[in-house]
């Protein structure tokens, strides 16, 4: 039988990587539906009426339609596990929508961003995107040797929409190394119960 919900992704995006990891944590059957970016099928007019901006991750969820990844986290939650993975609490929501919108700012545009140059060898200067990295890793460091985790004791969405930039980074030639809590926290995320990783990187491909 055929899922309901299907996830129009590319399988090297850690934005897709986010929303598939929630799906498999909520232990919901979902179809994953591979996008060729390299020979622009994101740009067809059939990918162009599910996501105008021609961008992955999609999801399809029966009669629903959603892009932007951290939007599908939080409908995901709210809809099959409302209160697990998104703190109710108004102190606890709004701590989870910091992290949100840090992993929309600088670790899009700082770990995800320098990934990009090396896995496309562009000839874009890294040093800023590496120096965002750098920035948010410093504060991950400092809230992970408090808490095992970004919002507290427990995983919420904070974490997932952070952990496969952040577990990716030394593919942007940023290294891990300095940040023993942020290691040990990537290894708390991948014990979690229906963890799926990402696939290995094929050298040269877009994300």
Known sequence: MKSSIQLYRNAISGHCHRVELLLSLLGLPFE???????????????????NPLGQVPVLCDGELTLSDSNAMLVYLEGRYAPGRWLPR???GAARVQRWLSLAAGPLAYGAASARVVQLLRLATEPKEAIDRATGLFELMEMELSRAPCLVGD????????????????????????PYPAIRAWLARIEALPGFVPMVKTPVGLAE
């Open 89 to 91: 609490d108004p102190v």
């Open 154 to 177: 427990q995983a919420t969405l904070a974490d997932l929409a952070h952990y496969a930039y952040v577990a990716r980074a030394p593919e942007g030639l940023i290294s891990l190394q």
């Open 32 to 50: 994953l539906i591979d996008v060729d970016l390299l020979n622009g099928e994101h740009k067809s007019p059939a990918f162009l009426a599910l």
